[in-house]
């Protein structure tokens, strides 16, 4: 089984704690040996100056004859056997050394021959001394790092919440809230000195503020050409309606039609782009609705669902007009839902996403309820990898494709408004597969529909319906 980290054991804040605390204990190690090695060594080396004068002031009196001083005996039995091996031979040493329980400074040399003078020094209070030295060394070196710990951490954590406020604003611009601004209050004083995170954040805001005033110049680009655009292509309909009929004449209204339909996407996506819009929210089945879209697909082959209203007109689906039904689309519901939303964008999304798939999938083109889920799927090569992976893109189409590219960007949109979320994937075995997740509340007392498990044919309509 493998262990995975927190995710705030990779936060800066965490990094620069750890950081910190092994600096601080590497720093507080490094010179409690330094302290600790020069103290124990000025202190042995007091006692063995001590043991020394003694084992010379014995030495002395051992030659002379008289009595040995305090502390001094001539191969006493707590000797220890190197020392004494030393002394044999000659040669004077020290050592620090356990005797009767307690340490001792021991310093021995040469007596007659066979045996060792030797001279005993309680040791005692030295070692007391390096143990209260080494634990002052500890407990100071963990106050330092607690304090040094604290304000790191009082340091950091203003950075990092400047970092996160930064990070906030991003996010929401990238939601699309262009009026988001960090406004960080040290780039308001140009006297002040500026750190890095104050410069990303005039970095920040002053990307927003260029992305916001190329937008807004798209966008009023875009509202003013489609306005402009309704007046002649009006005038042009009504005198193409006027020519006498004929192969010619087809082709353009045809043209007409497709230019009138490429005015009113351009005309709602400014509307879309405003972001301004308001919904009108009602109790739908979507069930019901999903039949609707077909219904009017098949009837209107020139028209999506929702383009009644003024929000403009989609790419027409293949119909059989003998029987004036779908003959490659099919209606599939698990599960039905009772959703709170606007039927018209709603109709809009789904009509969209339907025409696409005809369009620039194969059949059969599928339409799946299953709760709040609403799903389209055709069986063509899929979706660009483009698309699948920033959504899609007006005026962008691959392959030499029909189409301008406005009909997802318009579902995309409409989606957005609802609130609901859509997402654009291919199928493992072929296909595209554009998916609609509508927020469910169903209201009390919703009846039976929430469950309803219904089979339908070909043609999109329940068995035995008209």
């Known amino acids: ?52 004068s003694r084992l010379e002031d014995a030495t002395t009196a051992f030659e002379a004859g008289d009595t040995l001083g305090f502390g ?6 707590g000797l220890p056997a190197a020392l004494r091996r030393l002394a044999v031979a000659g040669e004077r040493g020290t050592m620090v050394a356990e005797h009767r329980g307690r340490p001792t400074m021991w310093a021995a040399g040469p007596a007659d021959g066979e045996r060792a003078l030797a001279v005993a020094v309680d040791y005692r209070q030295s070692a ?23 304000v790191g951490a009082f340091a950091v954590t203003r950075v990092t919440r400047r970092l996160h406020a930064t990070a906030r604003v991003a996010r929401r611009i990238s939601a699309g809230d262009l009026d988001a601004r960090v406004d960080d209050p040290r780039t308001k004083d140009p006297t002040r000195p500026q750190d890095e995170v104050a410069v990303v954040a005039v970095a920040l805001d002053s990307m927003a503020s260029s ?47 497709a230019l009138r339909t490429l005015t009113e996407d351009l005309l709602e996506i400014s509307r879309l782009d405003t972001g301004h819009e308001r919904l009108e929210l009602d109790t739908e089945s979507l069930e019901a609705v999903a039949r609707r879209v077909m219904r009017a697909a098949a009837g209107s082959p020139g028209a999506t669902p929702g383009a009644g209203t003024g929000t403009g007109a989609g790419t027409g689906i ?8 779908s003959t490659d689309t099919e209606v599939r519901v698990v599960r039905d839902a009772l959703v709170e939303t606007d039927r018209r964008r709603l109709e809009r999304v789904l009509g969209n996403l339907v025409a696409n798939a005809r369009l620039h999938g194969r059949a059969p083109v599928v339409l799946t309820v299953n709760g709040p889920v609403v799903t389209v799927r055709d069986h063509g090569d899929g979706y660009p990898e483009y698309l699948t992976a920033h959504g899609p893109q007006r005026f962008r189409t691959e392959g030499g494709a029909k189409g301008h590219g406005l009909g997802l960007t318009i579902a995309a949109g409409q989606a957005e408004v609802l609130g609901a979320r859509l997402t654009f994937a291919n199928a493992p075995d072929g296909g595209a597969v554009a998916t609609l997740t509508l927020p469910h509340t169903p209201p009390a007392g919703a009846g039976p529909h929430g469950g309803t498990t219904s089979s339908t044919g070909g043609d999109g309509l329940p068995d035995g319906a008209a």
Do not use: Y
Request: glycine share 8%; aromatic share 2%.
């Open 1 to 52: 089984m493998r262990l995975t980290r927190p995710r705030w054991s990779g936060t800066l804040a965490v990094k620069a704690a750890v950081f910190i605390t092994v600096m601080c204990c590497a720093l507080a190690a490094l010179l409690g040996v330094l302290v600790h090695v020069s103290v124990t060594h000025q202190t042995v080396g007091e006692a063995r100056d001590l043991a020394l």
């Open 72 to 77: 001094a005996e001539v191969d006493p039995p």
């Open 128 to 150: 007391r001394t390096i143990e209260a030295l080494d634990n002052a060394i500890l407990w100071s070196s963990v106050l330092a790092i607690g304090a040094t710990l604290l």
């Open 211 to 257: 992305l916001q005033g190329k937008l807004l110049s798209e966008q009023r680009f875009t509202a003013d050409v489609a306005h402009e655009l309704r007046t002649p292509l009006t005038g042009l309909h009504a005198a193409a309606e006027l020519l006498p009929p004929g192969r010619p004449t087809e082709l353009v209204r045809d043209r007409v039609a």
């Open 318 to 325: 293949g119909i059989d007009t003998g029987t004036g039904t």
